[in-house]
Every structure is written in structure tokens, then in C-alpha cells.
């Protein structure tokens, strides 16, 4: 029998309503509430709030909503305040009822700017914390990258960083003379929201002036940088940093290893990064803290095709170059100019040389430069074998670029959501904390090792005892058995 049709009749009064009941057993919000507990961030943030006055809201609560805008990608915090009474898991999850009143949107950027970044520092600390008690995080081998991040500003807009900071101290004077409540929300003070000052003619956005202009695919991105410390063995974040986009990665590299160990409470055995990292100032830190490199870098070519710097053997008991030739290219005296040595051949001895057209121009003598701290580059170079250094090298590149794909394609991580860097870092360490809940939540029932695709530690961190020539001369001889042609990667 077909039953009457469905009709909605408003009603006074529910009975037997329960929010618990009407969010399914298997929600994710319900295994993240029963693995994290936001509870704790009222002890952090307590020294913030006065003693007398109206009260506010929880500060859990904030947390939580805070958490849902970057776990469920909403667009802003009015569009999560909105969505808020229509979702009965996101209400379930704060711990609001039907009945109860939702707080407006102001509300989630005033506790943004009261807290700053420290408080969700500490937040990404301790879900690390338990990412480690769960055996997530291995720590002996880690990789490191950064990603630039789109500005909230028109990169076509910009203006002589001059202008803005002159009016930017105008308003601080103007409102350094009006009276501030203790313990009030005027400003932000951290150590990373106080960026370096830029230069008088560096172009800047008035609306964003932290950001700044990069390349990136060859188009000027005008944006942030985040700095990344990922553990091999589940993907768990260990650090992260913020910085605007003109910044170098290479310079920052020996700063995020400092709070991965910080954080981890260990040093790594290897780390692995690409070769903007791959600077001697890096190498002789990775060697005096005992860690393993691998890390490519930069290699100089020859110019109009003639012989590379690489073409020529150093000796170090006479401190000379030997050129392809078999002649010895000597140190000039004096200091090292730019960290590098410079090395040129005898007077006449280039222009009686047969490969003279493959190694300079005539009439001039051939040139060679070397790194004041070139030993630490040697060392990195030969540490792993190359096939080894290009396993893992292929290892880095899906497990950091799938950290950065999987922030991107699920919490909006590719574009500011705010402006300025304070703001900036607090929502690169929401949404890394964010990733590591998931991780966390997804692994923490497994036992340790199990449905991990980790290599074994001792092939990573195996230094270079086989001499990359056998594993060269052995493909050689299983791709002419095959009939495959071999191609050089590296």
C-alpha cells in the first residue's frame, strides 16, 4: 500500500532528539573528537582573557571551528558561521545543540589576533605528540622542501615599499596615542610577525605588504613560502616555516632542521632535498651534526661547449688543478674572492696546449675556481651511490609533493587565505596539523611498520660502500641483454 505523501508540519517542542544519535558511527569528526581533545587550548590561552567583563566564547569551541575551516574547505569564516546551523555533525563536533546560539564570524578572527601564531604552534606541537606516541614518526630520515603560496593581493598593484611603510608608521602613531586595554587585540606580537624590512624601491602590495614577487614557471607569483620537514615512514609533518616568496629556500634549510629536531626531540640520520639546497654552507652543516646528505646541486657547465670545471682532477698534496691536458693549474695568491680559490694555468703554457679550442679562447689562459669549503661537497657527492641517490631522490619527490598536493586538493593550501605573515603561518600550521590528524586517525590503530610502503632503514641510510661504477656497469650489461637502450638520468 503506497503511503500518504510526506509533508513537514512545524512543531514547538522535539522530544526524544539527540545530535549524538543523528551523526553516523563511522564520521571522520568522530574519530578526530576521539583521538584529539581540544580542551587543552583553554590552558594556553588563559593568561589572554581578563577576569572581569563578558564572558566568551569557549575557546574549544574556537579551536574547533578554527579546525573545520581548513578541514572542510570552506571559503571564509562568515560562509563557516552559516553553514554552521545547517550541519549537524559541524554542531555535534563544537558541542552546540539546536536551540543553541551561534556565535557571529567575528568572533574566530578576533581569537585569531588574541591567540597568534604561538598558540597554534603549540597546537601542531602536540598533535605531533601523539603522532610520535603512535609510532608514526621514524626520524632517521626526513625530507625537506617549500612551496610557494598565492597572495590574497593583486600582484598588479604594487608600489614602492617606501610609500607603505611611510604610511603604515603614520597609522602606528596615530594609534600609539589612543588608550589600549590590557590584554587587548591591537596588534600581534611574535616572533614571525615581524618580517625584515624591505627595500625603499622594492615593489609591494599596499593591501598584503609581506608578500612578496618570485618566479615560478617562468610568470611573477607574488605570494608566501612554506618550508617543510616531512618524516619518510608515514608522512607525518615535522616542521614547518613560513616565509614570503623572494626568500631562498637554501637560506632557511639549517633553520626548519633546528625545529624538526626541536620537535621530534632527535636528530635524522639522512635528509634528502633537491638541488636548491645544495649549498656548501648546508653540506658543512649536514657533516658537523653527523647526518647524511643527499642532496643534489648545481653542477657548471662548460662554456660554448668546451671543457666543464668537472673535466679537471684536484690534488690536494699541491694544492693544484690537472687539466685534460695533463698540465697543473695553480692557486693565485691572495684571499678567496666570493668563498672561491681561483686557479689558472702558467703564462704561454694554453697557447702551445693541441686542446686549446676545446678548453679556452686564444690568447688566454684557462681558469679554474674552487670552493673555499669544496671538501664538503665532494663528501656529499660521494656519500651514496648514484643509483641510491636517485631511489631516494625519486622517494622525496612523491612523498613531499604528495604532502603539498593532498594540502592543496583538500584545504586550500595553494592560496592565502589571509594577509600579512603572521597570518600566513598560522594557516600553513592549521593545515599541516590538519594533515597530520588525518594520518593520524587513519594509522593509529595499525601496528607499527604495518601497511607503510617505508624502505628499509638499512638500504636508506646505507652510506656509499659499493662504488657506483659496479651498479653502472651492471645495468649496462643487463640493458644490452635486454635489448633496452639505457638513458642517463642523472
Known amino acids: ?26 564520521h571522520p569528526l568522530r574519530a578526530i573528537a576521539k583521538a584529539i581533545d581540544f580542551s587543552f587550548v583553554r590552558g594556553w590561552v588563559k593568561h589572554l582573557y581578563g577576569r572581569r567583563g563578558n564572558p566568551s566564547v569557549d575557546p574549544t569551541v574556537l579551536l574547533k571551528l578554527m579546525f573545520l575551516l581548513f578541514y572542510e574547505q570552506v571559503p571564509s569564516e562568515r560562509a563557516l558561521m552559516e553553514r554552521l546551523s ?9 558541542g552546540y545543540d539546536l536551540d543553541d546560539t551561534i556565535p557571529n564570524h567575528s568572533v574566530i578572527s578576533k581569537a585569531r589576533k588574541r591567540w597568534g601564531p604561538k598558540i597554534f604552534a603549540k597546537f601542531f606541537q602536540e598533535v605531533l605528540t601523539r603522532c610520535i606516541a603512535a609510532e ?20 598588479n598593484r604594487l608600489v614602492p615599499a617606501l610609500r607603505v611603510v611611510g604610511h603604515r608608521l603614520y597609522e602606528q602613531l596615530d594609534r600609539a596615542q589612543e588608550d589600549v586595554e590590557p590584554g587587548g587585540d591591537s596588534r600581534v606580537v611574535t616572533d614571525e610577525a615581524s618580517p ?138 691572495g684571499k ?11 703564462a704561454g703554457l694554453c697557447d702551445a696546449c693541441p686542446l686549446q679550442p676545446q678548453c679556452t679562447k686564444a690568447g688566454t689562459r684557462r681558469r679554474v675556481s674552487r670552493h673555499v669549503d669544496q671538501s664538503y661537497i665532494d663528501w656529499a657527492d660521494s656519500y651514496f651511490t648514484h643509483r641510491h641517490r636517485r631511489r631516494l631522490l625519486r622517494r ?10 593532498d594540502a592543496a586538493n583538500r584545504h586550500g593550501y595553494k592560496r592565502a587565505r589571509w594577509r600579512e605573515l603572521w597570518r600566513m603561518t598560522i594557516q600553513n600550521l592549521l593545515i599541516a596539523t590538519i594533515q597530520n590528524v ?49 638513458r642517463r638520468r642523472w
Not at 545547517?86 to 563544537?94: A, K, P, Q, S, T
Not at 678567496?336 to 702558467?346: S, V
Request: glycine share 8%; hydrophobic share 35%; charged share 25%.
Open 1 to 26: 500500500m503506497m503511503g500518504r505523501p510526506q509533508r513537514r508540519n512545524g512543531k514547538l517542542f522535539y522530544t526524544g532528539l539527540n545530535l549524538d544519535q543523528r551523526v553516523r558511527a563511522n
Open 86 to 94: 545547517e550541519r549537524l555533525d559541524w554542531l555535534w563536533f563544537c
Open 136 to 155: 608514526l614518526v621514524d626520524g632517521e630520515l626526513v625530507h625537506v622542501d617549500a612551496s610557494i603560496q598565492a597572495a590574497n593581493a593583486d600582484r
Open 196 to 333: 625584515q624590512p624591505p627595500l625603499p624601491k622594492t615593489p609591494i602590495s599596499p593591501t598584503d605588504p609581506d608578500a612578496r614577487l618570485t618566479r615560478k614557471n617562468n610568470k611573477s607569483v607574488l605570494g608566501y613560502k612554506d618550508h617543510r620537514v616531512v618524516d619518510d615512514g608515514h608522512g607525518i609533518i615535522t616542521a614547518t616555516h613560513t616565509t614570503d616568496a623572494a626568500t631562498k629556500e637554501e637560506t632557511v634549510f639549517q633553520e626548519v632542521l633546528d625545529r624538526h629536531e626541536q620537535n621530534v626531540q632527535s636528530r635524522p640520520r639522512a635528509v634528502v632535498a633537491d638541488k636548491s639546497y645544495g649549498t656548501a654552507e648546508n653540506y658543512k652543516a649536514l657533516s658537523e651534526r653527523g647526518i647524511s646528505p643527499c642532496i643534489p646541486h648545481a653542477r657548471r657547465g662548460g662554456r660554448d661547449g668546451r671543457f666543464s670545471p668537472e673535466r679537471f682532477e684536484y690534488d690536494p698534496k699541491e694544492d693544484c688543478y690537472l687539466c685534460p691536458g695533463g698540465h697543473k693549474l695553480y692557486r693565485c695568491a
Open 336 to 346: 678567496a674572492q666570493g668563498r672561491r680559490y681561483r686557479y689558472i694555468a702558467p
Open 396 to 405: 622525496r619527490q612523491w612523498r613531499m609533493e604528495g604532502s603539498f598536493g
Open 438 to 486: 588525518r594520518k593520524l586517525v587513519k594509522y593509529a590503530q595499525l601496528h607499527k611498520g604495518s601497511a607503510v610502503a617505508a624502505l628499509p632503514k638499512a638500504d636508506i641510510l646505507a652510506p656509499n660502500l659499493v662504488p657506483a661504477a659496479f651498479f653502472d656497469a651492471t645495468g649496462s650489461i643487463l640493458m644490452v641483454i635486454l635489448g633496452i637502450r639505457r
